[in-house]
């Protein structure tokens, strides 16, 4: 009998398969891994800024949420994200750096204020996510590989790069369309591994000459839960604004 984690794996995997754009001609992919990755980092590295709205699903083991948002991020450390309910009620404002994570609960006028470590989300979200996690959540980008990383394996599977590298904590996997350099794939494993995050793209869209994804999907198997990004409309590379300024009244809670 398959375990739960190995049915996800393999069902995320035909997922990601199944709804990757259909070509009818599978191209020949002639580049190294180096220049692979290197085409990666340069398309991402174009994107400065990103502005965009659409629905966000977080999904835990005690319930699944959904919502609109509006979302404003410059890389490499700032994020606004405005959350809204039924029929467009606001409902909070999310702004997260490096430094700090602030959490406005506009209906019961309190802030939650507190570091930006996974603990720290967990308890708000229920979903426990790093910073960077989260900015790449929006984002659509994934941790580049480092000096850290050693490369164990490079191939072509069904028209996307797959590159393999290992680290002191286990493993990353990259799965690149090769046409436009988008990471449609990503998925890290741990020492004995096992996946400890599974994402993938599965609708894309042209914005300013670059392709952006439109849907992302992030899960964390262990943990039984995961986050959906969809957006309806993107911009890069405008003037974003991601500061905000809580009201004197509120109640602040220190996490």
Not at 10 to 38: F, N, Q, Y
Not at 42 to 69: H, P, Q, Y
Not at 171 to 186: N, P, S, T
């Amino acid at each position: 009998m398959i375990g739960w984690q190995s049915a996800l794996a393999v069902g995320l995997t035909l997922a990601l398969i199944g709804c990757a754009p259909h070509r009818e001609i599978i191209k020949e992919r002639t580049l190294t891994a180096d220049e692979v990755m290197k085409r990666v980092r340069d398309r991402a590295g174009f994107v400065k800024t990103l502005g965009g709205s659409g629905m966000i699903t977080v999904e835990t083991r005690e319930a699944s949420t959904s919502g609109s948002f509006d979302v404003v991020l410059k890389k490499p450390d700032s994020l606004r994200v405005e959350f809204h309910g039924p029929f467009g009620i606001h409902v909070g404002t999310l702004t997260v750096s490096r430094d700090q994570f602030v959490f406005f609960n506009r209906r019961e006028n309190t802030a939650v204020i507190g570091k930006p470590d996974g603990s720290t989300l967990q308890s708000m979200f229920r979903l426990k996510i790093r910073f960077d996690e989260l900015l790449n959540a929006f984002a659509g980008g994934f941790p580049d590989a480092d000096e850290h990383d050693s490369l164990a394996g490079f191939s072509v599977d069904r028209d996307l790069y797959v590159l393999l590298y290992r680290n002191a904590d286990g493993m990353k996997e990259y799965r690149v369309d090769g046409d436009d350099f988008l990471v449609m794939g990503y998925r890290t494993l741990d020492a004995q591994g096992t996946a400890t995050l599974i994402a993938f793209i599965s609708r894309t869209t042209e914005t300013g000459s670059v392709m952006m994804p439109s849907l992302l999907r992030i899960v964390f198997p262990d943990e039984h839960r995961s986050i959906t990004v969809a957006y309806d409309d993107i911009r890069i590379n405008e003037p974003v604004d991601c500061s905000f300024v809580l009201p004197k009244n509120v109640e602040r809670i220190d996490r």
